[in-house]
């Protein structure tokens, strides 16, 4: 059974770090590229990064660029997103998502979806 679980949201100040874990079951991370999306309250789903199947990151956000780091770490099947100097408008509920292989860039393209973790960011 597919699975992605999410973990590692809280509530930081403005200027922290909080790293996201996604694991996954069901299928391996060398066939599937990770994404990581998020949603704030009364907003689209926007694509924040994405990890490939052969560990090529792809930033979606200028906002993060810089600030947000991807990794991979095969042996316990989970995809970080590490986030340096948070800010409120970082506050969202992120979720991670797997398509095959590649970032597309596709909303639609992603086969699996995580339930969300909350991340909120105060000033």
């Known amino acids: 059974q597919v699975q992605l679980v999410e973990s590692g949201g809280g509530l930081v100040q403005s200027g922290g770090s909080l790293r996201l874990s996604c694991t996954v079951s069901?299928?391996?991370?060398?066939?599937?590229?990770i994404g990581w999306f998020r949603q704030a309250p009364g907003k689209q789903r926007e694509g924040v990064s994405c990890f490939s199947s052969i560990g090529e990151t792809t930033y979606y956000l200028d906002s993060v660029k810089g600030r947000f780091t991807m990794s991979r770490d095969n042996a316990k099947n989970t995809v970080y997103l590490q986030m340096n100097s948070l800010k409120p408008d970082d506050t969202a509920v992120y979720y991670c998502a797997a398509e095959q292989l590649s970032c597309s860039g596709n909303y639609f393209a992603y086969d699996y979806w995580g339930q969300g973790t909350h991340v909120a960011v105060s000033s």
């Open positions: 069901g299928f391996s991370l060398d066939h599937y590229a």
